[in-house]
């Protein structure tokens, strides 16, 4: 059984930086596309991020892309979401998750795993 749990979400000001970590039991993240995901009020859900489970290539959404990076820590068996220059709009709740898919999979349907989410907040 694959459980993912997320942590590291907070208040911070814009401009300020937090780091959401994602450990994982059950399965290797080396062995799972890793993929982050975030949802606003009143909002769909919408892709982050994501790190291949094979290459460990990375993908952005245009929205991340430059402030935000996905990494992966094998001996920790975690994922982390770096993000630097947080903005207003980056406010939602970032959901782990993991893909038995090859490549950069960044569809959420795809996604078989999932963490129970952790709360961003940016005050403008």
């Known amino acids: 059984q694959v459980q993912l749990v997320e942590s590291g979400g907070g208040l911070v000001q814009a401009g300020g930086s937090l780091r959401l970590s994602c450990a994982a039991s059950?399965?290797?993240?080396?062995?799972?596309?890793m993929g982050w995901f975030r949802q606003a009020p009143g909002k769909e859900r919408e892709f982050v991020a994501v790190?291949?489970?094979?290459?460990?290539?990375?993908y952005y959404a245009d929205s991340v892309k430059g402030r935000f990076t996905i990494s992966r820590d094998n001996a920790k068996n975690t994922v982390y979401l770096q993000m630097n220059s947080l903005k207003p709009e980056d406010t939602a709740v970032y959901y782990c998750a993991g893909a038995l898919l090859a490549g950069l999979v960044t569809r959420s349907r795809d996604y078989e795993y999932w963490g129970q989410g952790t709360q961003v907040t940016v005050s403008s």
């Open positions: 790190i291949s489970r094979s290459t460990g290539s990375t």
């Open positions: 059950g399965r290797t993240v080396s062995s799972l596309g």
